[in-house]
Structure formats: C-alpha cells, structure tokens
C-alpha cells in the first residue's frame, strides 16, 4: 500500500464527509464506555493498512461522535473545520516543523507574525503590538494573568459573574485570588468596582452564556489609571469586529494591556488556534523567556517560545493564512453578516410565537431563549435526541435557556428554520 493511495483514499473519505455530514445525526446520544467496549484492548503487535483505520473509524467512531461540521450544530460555541483549515492542517502534519523559536523554523515565526498582523489589521486593533498564537483562549488567558503577576505580583483577578470559567481557572494556575464582579441587566460587567487591589481586570467582549460584551472603554481608563493590568476575552465575538458595522465590540481595545481572539470559534479555522496581542510584550518576555543550553537565541530575531507556556509549538499559523487567504477579507465579512443575520431571524421566530421568549439581547450569531412552560434542559435535550440539531441550554442568573449559537460556514437559513420546527414540536 502505498502513501499515495492511502492520501487518496483519506482525501475521498474526507470530501465523502463533508458531502454528507448535514445528513448524520447529529449528537451522539451514548451511555459511556459505549466506544471504548468495542476498540481492542491493546494496540496491535503488527502494523495494520491505513484501510482498516478507515473502516474502523466509519463503523465505530463515528457512530459515537457529536457532528461539530454539522449545519445544524448550535451548540457552546459552533465552529468550523472549513476546507482551507482542513487542507492546512494536513500541510502542517507533513512539515512538522517546530516553532519553539526563530531558529528552529524562521518562515514558521515570521509567518505567525505577520498573519497576526494581518488578522489584527482586520479587526481593527492596534498595529505593532506583539502577537502570536495559542493552542486556546484558556492559554492565552494564562499567558496574559502570568505576565499581569509578573508586573504586580499578589492582587485579585476581577472578572464578570458571567466571564468563562477558563478565567478563574487561569487566575487558580498563576496563584491569584479571582473574584467576580456583577452584571447589569444586559448582563454586561458593572464598571464601578473597587479596583484598588486588581492585579488585573478580564473584560469579556462575547460572554460564554449570553455573548454580552463588557464596558472595555470605561474599564480599561479605570485600569490605566490604578497601574492594574486589562485583560480583553474576546475568544468568540472579537471575529465580529471584521465587519464594520460590528466593530463597535472592540472599542476601548487600544487601552488594554492583551486581547484573545479565537480563529478556532468564530473564523473557520480548525481547531486548535487562539490569538493573543500584547502591548506589553516585555512583560510576557519577563514572564516565560528562560535561557537553554541547547536552543540559542537569535539577535533581531523573535522567539515565540518566551511569549507563553508551550515550548513545543504547532505550525498552526499556515491554517490561519490559509483561512484568510481562501476567503478574503470579504469572505469573513459575508459569512459573519449571514450567521448574525440568521440568529436575529431566529429570535424574531421566536419572539412572535405564543409560550416562547428570547431571554437576553443577541447582537452577535448567539440567540438564548426558552419556552416559558418547559425545563430548557430538558427542551434541549429533546430536541438534541432527535439527531436533527444539536444545542445546550445553560442558566442565567437562576433562569434556564437554551442557546442558539450559529458559527458553522455551511449553515443555511433552511437549517436553521428547520431546527426551530423541530424544537417547535418537541414542545408541543
Ligand atoms: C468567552 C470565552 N472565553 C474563553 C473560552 C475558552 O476557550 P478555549 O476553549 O479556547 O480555551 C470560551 C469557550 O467557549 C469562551 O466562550
């Protein structure tokens, strides 16, 4: 068997998917343990053909698997392993290259800098701040409370009621105490809290339940003047800002010390690839750079390993120029428009029919919403065990609702009116 054939029959298999994957159910609806039952249990003594690998992953993985390329997946935050992503990712296994440092691969760094350039050329964020890429908005936010420490050891980490709980988690890792700040009633984090102690503030733009954006303007003045590091988590709806008429969501951004941008939420690049931008790159240099025996700095030269945790590093900036490359600046733009214009058709669905309710403003592709007569967990639950969508319900502020999250490129306007039948009719 050669590697050609077998490229050829993973390029088939994967054209094959993607044809076809609107068409599986959905999630996969399993007791646990359900997969692991039916793989050996041991890796075989001889080599197998990549054919079996195949076999096997159509007859038992993917009966077990959640369809996150599915259209009608609207669940978290959905996103897209998209032709270009997909086509970079199997570039990226082929050269293999390690971007620990300049050395170790100079296009790979001067790569990743410049598409970081490029990217925040798009959204709108200040030019020649140092960025680079992460393997997640968790990291990034690690990354950025590390060197936060590092410039104000011992403070508290403020961050909205409703911020990710990667950011308490964050604060946990770099020994900071974490406390959170309430919500208006947009659920926007109050800007009038004492900050005197702050080592750092995180500011959501996007959050996790509501896709609500903070005060980032009138918090990172508060910040400027306390010495108190500003943190933006702008993993979801920080895309947004590629549309004019959406870049209000980043206002304020130039007076934050980092920001997190994840291209693998809401740009169409597989995962795994978070973006994070620093004004303050000293602070983060402070903060991971050590000297090695063995990997020798190079004068005028980046080496990304000294901007965050990873020594080892993906090449992952080839998929992020492959995606803006395929779609243009205007292709970002278009598909946005669509996932917004969507979720606020869906919400005005929802809004005109009897029992139902949208339950938070939606000005991104997130819609949350619930049906006044039934648990939305369970509403969601039922819907998802048809196999035709797949959604979450989460609760805010002691209320239960179900979210609507469009992010997925080849989501249509039939998919979603098709998904609001269907939960239509779970309620009845
Ligand atoms: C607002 C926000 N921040 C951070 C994260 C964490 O992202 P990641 O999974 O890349 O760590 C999420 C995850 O959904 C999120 O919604």
Not at 106 to 124: I, N, S
Request: with cysteine; proline share 5%; hydrophobic share 45%.
């Amino acid at each position: 068997m050669s590697f050609r054939e077998d490229l050829d029959r993973a390029a088939d298999w994967v054209d094959a998917y993607l044809a076809r994957v609107g068409e599986l159910p959905v999630g996969a609806m399993l007791a646990p343990g359900a997969i692991r039952a039916l793989l050996p249990e041991a890796a075989p003594e001889r080599g197998e053909p990549f054919e079996a690998l195949l076999r096997d992953l159509d007859e038992v993985i993917l009966p077990g698997l959640t369809h996150w390329n599915h259209p009608r997946f609207f669940a978290w935050f959905a996103n897209t392993g998209s032709e270009p992503g997909i086509l970079a990712e199997l570039l990226i296994a082929a050269l293999n290259v390690n971007a620990m440092t300049w050395l170790s691969s100079p296009a790979a760094t001067e790569l990743e800098v410049t598409v970081l350039d490029w990217l925040a050329q798009l959204l709108g964020l200040p030019r020649g701040w140092h960025g680079h890429i992460e393997d997640s908005a968790s990291t990034s936010t690690v990354a950025a409370l590390a060197a936060a420490r590092t410039v104000k050891p011992g403070g508290v980490v403020y961050a909205s009621e409703q911020a990710n709980f990667s950011v308490e988690k964050a604060a946990r890792l770099v020994g900071l105490e974490y406390r959170t700040v309430e919500v208006d009633d947009a659920f926007r984090m109050r800007a009038d809290f004492p900050i005197d102690d702050a080592t750092a503030v995180v500011a959501t733009v996007g959050t996790t339940g509501t896709t609500s954006v903070d005060p980032v303007p009138e918090l990172a003045r508060r910040c400027e003047r306390a010495g108190v590091w500003l943190h933006v988590d702008a993993a979801y709806a920080g895309s947004a800002a590629v549309c004019p008429e959406l870049r209000w969501c980043l206002d304020g951004v130039e007076g934050a010390d980092s920001i997190v941008v994840n291209p693998h939420k809401w740009l169409f690049t597989p995962m795994d690839c978070s973006a994070l931008w620093t004004r303050r790159p000293e602070a983060f240099h402070e903060t991971f750079a050590v000297v090695s025996d063995y990997l020798v700095a190079t004068d005028a030269a980046v080496d990304l390993k000294d901007y965050g945790p990873a020594l080892g590093r993906r090449f992952r900036a080839l998929k992020l120029w492959a995606v803006l490359r395929f779609y243009g600046a205007e292709g970002l733009r278009e598909l946005i428009r669509e996932h917004v214009r969507l979720a606020q058709l869906f919400a005005s669905w929802v809004e005109a029919e009897p029992g139902w309710e949208v339950a938070a403003p939606h000005p991104f592709s997130t819609v949350c919403f619930r049906h006044t007569g039934f648990d939305s967990f369970e509403l969601a639950r039922a819907a998802t065990a048809t196999g035709e969508l797949y959604v979450a319900a989460t609760r805010l502020r002691g209320l239960d609702v179900i979210r609507l999250a469009i992010g997925n490129a080849r989501t249509t306007e039939a998919d979603v009116r098709r998904s609001w039948e269907v939960l239509r009719e779970c309620a009845r």
